[in-house]
């Protein structure tokens, strides 16, 4: 195996006797597959390596151009390069290798098309996809982008090496690109038979000729000659021989142009002549340059391009040619940046990604960016226990707008949990975009979640850090026009009298079992209730005279409607009072109640339901029981009742299922059961008085 690779160099160059190779590829680190070996230096020099540790001199390859190093584990790389006084320059580099594959099929096709040969031959103004499974930066930048499509200008005349480091956020895969120009440069130049050091200074160099400057007088080979180069000048030569056959060979040596540069439509940099515009001039790559950019060849103009994230700066020589003759050498400083400007700073007035109320967005503006922004379209997410992933989720994005400066408001929703990104990216003045930067928030303004098994030190009611309780029912509900809670596990009320002006639904997911203290009572007034799927449970001691009885009537209710609605789906209620209680007290107001077992019990009087006023009351498919030494199932003083499909059961000394007075009554299907001991010859397990009218009396049973 034998290699060497040359670069192209001006023979008159004035240079020192050894100059440093540059070693493109490889540099230290760890990568997931095999490396190539890429070196730029003067054609003068010989230039040998070793991947083995040993001396590249003495057991070593000679270098003649890229070549895939066929080496893993830990490499020692060592590079030694002699120059034409034979002194020797070496260069060591460490670096290892663990071939790796990417299980996904598409990343590895991807790095597959990489590995045919020692680089990857890329063609100006071809889009090169990077996939989004790997983020990507140039030489050795630490500053990786996410995976997208990337491409130089077409117009671009270059030729360069480019290490592109792959990376799944594991392992790094490094590659070496190499940009070649859609279109080839002219590569015939004219032999001529002077030089031309410095623009001013001629020498002739063919002693077989004789020259004649703006038609002067004839003049042989090694004289010197100073130019004026403030004018256009013209240069003649024949053989020493004269002949009338002999034919005049002509030179143009033109006034020195100066290199001038704009910026093209697509960012690209186009560097250029100005001069007489009546002649024909042309670029080409210079010796003189430290670094390989142009490609080989004369061009009427210069295109510098570079990949996005990649950045091209320096003081660049160029070779000036005229009518394929060379002229001389000039410099302009380039600057053509497609470094990824910094992404946008994202200010929330959310705390974390869980918001209770409208999410206001703004970014941190840097002077000379422009910013852009793009709000997604909501995501409605399903109500869980289970805290959402927002990387996960898939949202749609419309296009971007021009920011400058403004709040961006992310609206909750009075019915949903709805999730949002913001996305911002910044452009420079060359067009290079930075990294989009995204902002996710769940916006839940009336979800809150509770969990008796709840471990979270700052508890919000967020699926990220549950209640662990309903101690802060009160304080929520009473903030808020509307509030849902969804319970989990064994959860406990606060002690006392709570009361609930605004709207609330309670939802309970598994078995919820909610505990209301002895001396609590939920007293909803002026709003709405709504429970599904919880157990509900109040124990008071035991009363042991009629003295504690008496005292424990100020809260005997489980419930307290007051010109409210509440609505009861399958759930259990059980109450245990030590004196007299009723499980819902209902003021003019409009309980619902179905597919739910109710049970009230206590010392003294027991009530399941008491509706009074012109209260509303629909039961249906539900169990109602009353337990004490006077017990009623159902109690109704005007309004109107609505009783279909029922159980209604009392076991006492003395009572009735249900009485109804001065109200409006719908009975069907249902069954009263009376386990009383005080039961007279007249004994109705429904009572009526005052105005009670049946709209339907039918199916129904009485025991």
């Not at 000659?225 to 002949?243: A, G």
């Not at 510098?304 to 060379?326: H, M």
């Amino acid at each position: 195996m034998k290699k060497r690779f040359f670069s192209a160099l001006c023979a008159l160059l004035s240079f020192s006797l050894f100059a440093e190779v540059r070693v493109v590829n490889p540099v230290p680190g760890e990568y997931a597959n095999l490396q190539s070996l890429v070196l730029e230096f003067d054609e003068d020099e010989e230039v040998y390596y070793s991947f083995s540790g040993t001396d590249p001199l003495a057991q070593g390859f000679a270098y003649d151009g890229p070549v895939v190093l066929d080496v893993t584990g830990n490499v020692e790389l060592r590079v030694v390069s002699v120059g034409r006084d034979q002194n020797r320059e070496e260069r060591k580099i460490y670096f290892s290798v663990e071939p790796s594959v990417p299980e996904n099929e598409e990343t590895s096709a991807f790095l597959k098309s990489f590995e045919t040969g020692p680089c990857f031959d890329y063609v100006a103004g071809n889009k090169l996809q990077i996939p989004f499974a790997f983020n990507y930066s140039f030489f050795q930048s630490k500053d990786f982008e996410k995976g997208r499509e990337i491409f130089i200008s077409k117009s671009a005349t270059m030729e360069r090496f480019i290490p592109i480091n792959l990376s799944d956020g594991a392992k790094v895969w490094r590659y070496v690109l190499r940009t070649l120009p859609a279109e080839t440069g002219v590569l015939t130049k004219r032999e001529t038979p002077f030089n031309s050091s410095d623009w001013t200074t001629l020498v002739f160099t063919d002693p077989k000729k004789i020259y004649s400057l703006d038609g002067d007088w004839w003049q042989p080979c090694g004289k010197l000659v100073e130019l004026d180069r403030n004018k256009d000048n013209e240069l003649y030569c024949q053989s020493v021989d004269f002949s009338a056959e002999n034919s005049v060979e002509k030179f143009p040596l033109p006034a020195k142009p100066a290199l001038a540069s704009k910026r093209d439509f697509d960012g690209s940099l186009v560097i250029y002549v100005v001069g007489d515009e009546g002649k024909k001039f042309e670029l080409a790559a210079s010796p003189l340059s430290k670094n390989k950019i142009i490609a080989d060849g004369l061009y009427s103009q210069l295109v510098l391009d570079v990949f996005p994230g990649d950045k091209i700066e320096e003081r660049l020589p160029v070779d000036i040619y005229c009518e394929q003759v060379y002229q001389g050498s000039l410099f302009i400083d380039v600057l053509v940046n497609r470094s990824t400007p910094p992404a946008p700073k994202i200010i929330s007035s959310a705390s974390s990604s869980y918001s209770r109320d409208d999410v206001r967005v703004s970014a941190r503006l840097e002077p000379k960016l422009k910013y852009y922004f793009s709000v997604s379209n909501p995501v409605s997410l399903e109500p869980s226990f289970a805290a959402p992933d927002l990387a996960l989720l898939k949202f749609d994005h419309e296009g971007y707008n021009a920011y400058q400066g403004q709040n961006i408001t992310l609206f909750g929703d009075t019915e949903r949990t709805l999730a949002y990104q913001v996305s911002f990216y910044s452009e420079d003045e060359s067009g290079a975009k930075s990294a989009t930067s995204d902002y996710s928030v769940v916006i839940d303004k009336y979800n809150y979640y509770v969990d008796s098994s709840s471990t979270a030190g700052e508890q919000d009611g967020s699926p990220f850090a549950p209640f662990k309780d309903l101690s802060k029912l009160s304080k929520i509900v009473n903030k808020k026009n509307f509030s849902r809670f969804y319970i989990r596990g064994d959860v406990a009320l606060n002690s006392g009298e709570i009361s609930i002006t605004n709207n609330v639904e309670f939802c309970g997911i598994d078995d919820a079992h909610v505990f209301v203290p002895a001396t609590a009572a939920l007293s909803v007034k002026n709003a709405g209730l709504f429970a599904q799927n919880i157990f509900w449970e109040k124990t008071e001691p035991p009363a042991s005279s009629k003295k504690l009885r008496g005292a424990a009537k100020a809260l005997t209710n489980l419930f307290i409607l007051e010109h409210s609605a509440a609505t009861f789906k399958d759930c259990q209620l059980v109450a245990r009072f030590s004196g007299d209680g009723r499980v819902f007290n209902c003021q003019s107001s409009a309980l619902s109640v179905e597919s739910t077992g109710i049970t009230s019990e206590a010392q003294g009087y027991s009530c399941v339901v008491s509706a009074n006023g012109n209260s509303k009351t629909l039961v249906k498919n539900s169990r109602l029981l009353s337990i004490a030494d006077t017990a009623v199932a159902l109690s109704v003083n005007g309004g109107s009742l609505d009783f279909d499909n029922n159980f209604a059961q009392i076991t006492s000394r003395m009572g009735r299922p249900a009485e109804f007075i001065d109200c409006s009554v719908r009975l069907v299907n249902n069954k009263f059961t009376a386990d009383t001991q005080n039961k007279s010859e007249n004994y109705k397990s429904v009572y009526t008085a005052g105005k009670t009218v049946f709209s339907e009396n039918q199916g129904n049973s009485y025991k």
